[in-house]
C-alpha cells in the first residue's frame, strides 16, 4: 500500500435505501437526476444556464453563463440583472403573501408569526430606514444580532438596496467585531441591546461600544434593536434605536436591481493561520444553489415547515435560513436560545409544538442532546418530522443512528450534507427519495458539481478507499468570487495545485467502492504515524463510538521514532474521570481504537476535560491542541472559550 495518500481505517456496512412513501412524493426523481447529470456532462454551462432560468426571476435576463477570462474569478449570469430580496419576498405575494414566512420563537417563549406579505414590508421598510441612515448600494454593513426574525429582515433589507452585508456572530467578542468591521470598511453596525441565550442576556451593544472605542474608523452609525431591554449606553448623535430608524418610514421600497455577480454579502471564516478571511459570495450564483439545494436535498414543499438551527452568523444561517427557504417560499422557524433552556427537551419541543418537518442541526448538537437519554425526545410528539439533515463535521455512526431511530423514528432519511462557507451551498449530498444513505458518508455530489479525490499530481485516485485532497473540477456558480481585499489570498488559498485547474477544498477525503464520498479531515490536520497518513476525524468518530465518550479531538505531536504521535482530548458522559478511572478509561480507550480501527491509530496519550476547546461554530481549535499536546505556552486567543477551565485540565495542570 502506497503511503503517500491518505489511509482510510474506517469501515461501514450498513445501507438506508429511501422508502417507496418517500420515493414517490420527492421534489425530484431519480430519472431526473440521470438527465440532468447527462446535461451536465455534454453541456455543463446549458445545464447551469437553463436552472438559472428556472428557478430565479430576472430583471435583465442574461447571455453569457459563465465568463472565465478572469479565471479563477469566474463570473455567472453576468449581463443578468436581479434583485435577491425580490426574488425571496416579492415573488411570493400573489399566491403566499398570507402564508407564514417566519414563526419565531425566543428563549423566553415570545413567539411571532411572520406572513410573506408582513415580512416584505418590514424588510421594505428597514431598507427604507437604511437609506435614511446614508447607506447605499455597495456599501458594508455589519449585523451583530441574536437570531432573532430582525436578522434575516436586516439582511434582506441590504439584499433590497444592493448593500453588501457582513454578519458577525453574536458570541464573538468586540475584538473580532473590530477586526472585521475594518477589514470591510463597514458603514454601519446592525446590533440589539442583547440577546437571550442560557437564560441571561448576550451583552452585544456593549460590545459594539467596545469595539468602536478600541477604533473603528469607517463606522458612523449604529442601529440598536430593542430586545431584552436590559438598559444599555446610547450614543448620541451615533446610535440610534431600531424602532426609531423605521418610525415614519414608508413600507415600500423599489428594489435596486444589481448585476448578477454583485457581491450579495461578505462572511468571515477564520482560516487555520491568519487574520479571518471575507469570503465574498455573488447574487444570482448564491441565490441559485441555495434554491435548488432546498428543493432537491431538503425536498422543502408548500405544505412544510422548516427547521435549520443554525445562527445567521454561519454560512448555514444564510443559505437555509436568510435566503434560501424564503426564496422557495417555505415555512421556517427560527429559535434565538440555547438548546438546553429550560431544559434538554427544548428542541424537541420545539419540534412538536410548530410540527416541524423538516430539521437540519449539526452533529456536535445530536451528540449533545444523545447524552440526555431517549426519555426526552420520546416525550414529545415528533411525527411530522420527514427529513433530518445534518452539517459541519462527519457524523459518527452511533450518532447516526440514534438520529435516525430515536429523533426519525426510522422513517426520515438523514441529509449528510458537505459544503464549505466558501461553496455557499451544498455540494456533495443525498438525494432523499433517490440515494441509498451509508452512515457517516456525505455520499455523492449534487448534478452539476463535479467533485473528485486526487493525489497531489491532481491524477483521480483509483482505488477505493484510498484517501487524498478533495477537489472541484469545475468551476460552480455559487463559489466564492474572492477573499475581500485579498485576490492573492484567494488565488493561494483556493487555487494552489494542479496549475490552478481545481479548486481545493482543504478537506481530505476517500470514495468507496460504491462511488460514496468519505470526508476524513483537514488536509492541515493529516496524522503522519509510522508513515500511515491518517485523517483525524476518523479516529474522532472512533472514539466517539466508546458508550463513555461525547466528544473526541485528535492531533499529532512529533514523536522519534513515529513520526507523529496521536494525543487524544475526550469528554466523557458524566463526570470527567481522575486518578484510577483515568487511568483504567485510558487503557480501555486504546484498546477500543485498536479494536476498531486498528493499532496504528491507538493515541500514545489521551487526556480528559469537563468541555473541548471549540470555536463558536463547533470547530475544535486544533492549533491550541496541538500547542496543549507538545506542551507549549498557549498563545492563542482562548477569550472566546465557553469555559476556560478546560485549557488547564486539559494541559493537566487542573
Ligand atoms: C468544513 C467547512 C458548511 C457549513 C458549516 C461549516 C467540514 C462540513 C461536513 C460534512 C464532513 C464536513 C469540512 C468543511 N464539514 N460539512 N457533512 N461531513 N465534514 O462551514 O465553517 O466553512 O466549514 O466543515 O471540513 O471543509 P465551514
Keep these: 500500500m502506497s503511503n503517500n495518500n491518505i489511509q482510510s481505517i474506517l469501515q461501514e456496512t450498513r445501507i438506508f435505501e429511501p422508502s417507496d412513501e418517500f420515493i414517490a412524493q420527492a421534489n425530484i426523481k431519480a430519472t431526473d437526476v440521470a438527465l440532468m447529470k447527462q446535461k451536465a456532462e455534454e453541456d455543463y454551462t446549458g445545464f447551469w444556464g437553463d436552472l438559472a432560468k428556472e428557478h430565479i426571476d430576472w430583471q435583465t435576463p442574461f447571455t453569457t453563463i459563465l465568463d472565465d477570462s478572469k479565471a479563477p474569478h469566474y463570473q455567472w449570469f453576468s449581463d443578468g440583472r436581479l434583485n435577491v430580496s425580490y426574488n425571496c419576498l416579492d415573488r411570493h405575494i400573489a399566491d403566499k403573501g398570507d402564508k407564514t414566512a417566519i414563526i419565531f420563537e425566543g428563549?423566553?417563549?415570545?413567539?411571532?408569526?411572520?406572513?410573506?406579505?408582513?415580512?416584505?414590508?418590514?424588510?421594505?421598510?428597514?431598507?427604507?430606514?437604511?437609506?435614511?441612515?446614508?447607506?447605499?448600494k455597495g456599501d458594508r454593513v455589519i449585523i451583530y444580532l441574536p437570531m432573532v426574525a430582525e436578522g434575516v429582515v436586516a439582511m434582506q433589507a441590504c439584499a433590497r438596496i444592493g448593500a453588501i452585508h457582513s454578519v458577525v456572530f453574536g458570541g464573538f467578542s468586540a475584538e473580532a467585531l473590530k477586526d472585521r468591521a475594518n477589514d470591510a470598511e463597514a458603514k454601519i453596525i446592525i446590533t440589539a441591546d442583547g440577546g437571550n441565550r442560557g437564560g441571561k442576556p448576550v451583552e452585544l451593544k456593549k460590545a459594539v461600544d467596545a469595539a468602536l472605542d478600541a477604533g473603528c474608523p469607517?463606522?458612523?452609525?449604529?442601529?440598536?434593536?430593542?430586545?431584552?431591554?436590559?438598559?444599555?449606553d446610547m450614543q448620541e448623535g451615533r446610535d440610534i434605536w431600531w424602532h426609531d430608524a423605521?418610525?415614519?418610514?414608508?413600507?415600500?421600497?423599489?428594489?435596486?436591481?444589481?448585476?448578477?455577480?454583485?457581491?450579495?454579502?461578505?462572511?468571515?471564516?477564520?482560516?487555520?493561520?491568519?487574520?479571518?478571511?471575507?469570503?465574498?459570495?455573488?447574487?444570482?450564483?448564491?441565490?441559485?444553489?441555495?434554491?435548488?439545494?432546498?428543493?432537491?436535498?431538503?425536498?422543502?414543499?408548500?405544505?412544510?415547515?422548516?427547521?435549520?438551527?443554525?445562527?445567521?452568523?454561519?454560512?448555514?444561517?444564510?443559505?437555509?435560513?436568510?435566503?434560501?427557504?424564503?426564496?422557495?417560499?417555505?415555512?421556517?422557524?427560527?429559535?434565538?436560545?440555547?438548546?438546553?433552556?429550560?431544559?434538554?427537551?427544548?428542541?424537541?419541543?420545539?419540534?412538536?409544538d410548530h410540527q416541524v418537518s423538516i430539521f437540519y442541526t449539526a452533529p456536535t448538537a445530536i451528540r449533545a442532546l444523545m447524552r440526555f437519554g431517549d426519555d426526552v425526545p420520546n416525550s414529545y410528539d415528533l411525527s411530522k418530522l420527514?427529513?433530518?439533515?445534518?452539517?459541519?463535521?462527519?457524523?459518527?455512526?452511533?450518532?447516526?443512528?440514534?438520529?435516525?431511530?430515536?429523533?426519525?423514528?426510522?422513517?426520515?432519511?438523514?441529509?449528510?450534507?458537505?459544503w464549505q462557507t466558501e461553496t455557499g451551498g451544498h455540494m456533495i449530498a443525498p438525494l432523499p427519495g433517490i440515494t441509498a444513505l451509508k452512515p457517516g458518508s456525505c455520499t455523492h455530489a449534487l448534478p452539476g458539481i463535479i467533485a473528485d479525490v486526487v493525489d497531489k499530481e491532481g491524477n483521480s485516485i483509483e482505488n477505493?478507499?484510498?484517501?487524498?485532497?478533495?477537489?472541484?473540477?469545475?468551476?460552480?456558480?455559487?463559489?466564492?468570487?474572492?477573499?475581500?481585499?485579498?485576490?492573492?489570498?484567494?488565488?493561494?488559498?483556493?487555487?494552489?495545485?494542479?496549475?490552478?485547474?481545481?479548486?481545493?477544498?482543504?478537506?481530505?477525503?476517500?470514495?468507496?467502492?460504491?462511488?460514496?464520498?468519505?470526508i476524513m479531515g483537514r488536509i492541515d490536520d493529516v496524522l503522519n504515524v509510522s508513515g500511515h497518513r491518517l485523517g483525524t476525524m476518523e479516529v474522532e468518530s472512533a472514539l466517539v463510538a466508546h458508550p463513555s465518550v461525547t466528544e473526541a479531538a485528535v492531533v499529532g505531536k512529533p514523536h522519534e521514532v513515529k513520526g507523529e504521535a496521536i494525543v487524544a482530548f475526550i469528554t466523557c458522559k458524566g463526570d470527567?474521570?481522575?486518578?484510577?478511572?483515568?487511568?483504567?478509561?485510558?487503557?480501555e480507550l486504546r484498546a477500543w481504537v485498536a479494536k476498531e480501527i486498528g493499532p496504528i491509530a491507538k493515541p500514545d496519550d489521551i487526556r480528559f476535560a469537563d468541555g473541548l476547546p471549540k470555536t463558536r461554530s463547533g470547530k475544535i481549535m486544533r492549533r491550541l491542541l496541538r500547542a496543549i499536546a507538545k506542551g507549549e505556552e498557549i498563545t492563542q486567543d482562548t477569550s472566546t472559550l465557553e469555559n476556560e477551565a478546560v485549557v488547564e485540565q486539559l494541559q493537566g495542570k487542573a
Design 107 to 136: 428563549e423566553p417563549g415570545d413567539i411571532r408569526k411572520i406572513s410573506y406579505k408582513e415580512l416584505l414590508a418590514d424588510v421594505s421598510q428597514f431598507a427604507n430606514a437604511l437609506k435614511a441612515q446614508g447607506v447605499g
Design 218 to 232: 469607517s463606522v458612523e452609525k449604529v442601529i440598536v434593536l430593542q430586545r431584552t431591554n436590559h438598559g444599555v
Design 246 to 352: 423605521i418610525n415614519g418610514q414608508s413600507t415600500e421600497c423599489e428594489p435596486e436591481w444589481v448585476d448578477a455577480e454583485h457581491p450579495l454579502f461578505l462572511l468571515y471564516t477564520s482560516g487555520s493561520t491568519g487574520k479571518p478571511k471575507g469570503i465574498q459570495h455573488s447574487s444570482a450564483g448564491y441565490l441559485l444553489q441555495a434554491i435548488i439545494t432546498n428543493k432537491w436535498v431538503f425536498d422543502q414543499k408548500a405544505s412544510d415547515t422548516f427547521w435549520c438551527t443554525a445562527d445567521i452568523g454561519w454560512i448555514t444561517g444564510h443559505t437555509y435560513v436568510a435566503y434560501g427557504p424564503l426564496a422557495l417560499g417555505t415555512t421556517q422557524l427560527i429559535y434565538e436560545g440555547a438548546p438546553t433552556v429550560p431544559d434538554s427537551g427544548r428542541f424537541w419541543k420545539i419540534c412538536q
Design 386 to 418: 420527514r427529513l433530518l439533515g445534518t452539517v459541519g463535521e462527519p457524523i459518527n455512526p452511533e450518532a447516526w443512528m440514534w438520529y435516525h431511530n430515536v429523533i426519525g423514528q426510522e422513517k426520515c432519511p438523514i441529509m449528510d450534507t458537505w
Design 464 to 518: 477505493a478507499n484510498e484517501g487524498g485532497f478533495l477537489v472541484i473540477k469545475k468551476p460552480f456558480p455559487s463559489m466564492l468570487r474572492t477573499i475581500w481585499n485579498d485576490d492573492s489570498r484567494y488565488a493561494e488559498t483556493y487555487w494552489p495545485m494542479f496549475d490552478g485547474k481545481y479548486y481545493l477544498a482543504g478537506d481530505s477525503a476517500y470514495i468507496d467502492e460504491d462511488g460514496y464520498f468519505w
Design 576 to 587: 470527567r474521570p481522575t486518578g484510577d478511572k483515568a487511568d483504567k478509561m485510558i487503557e
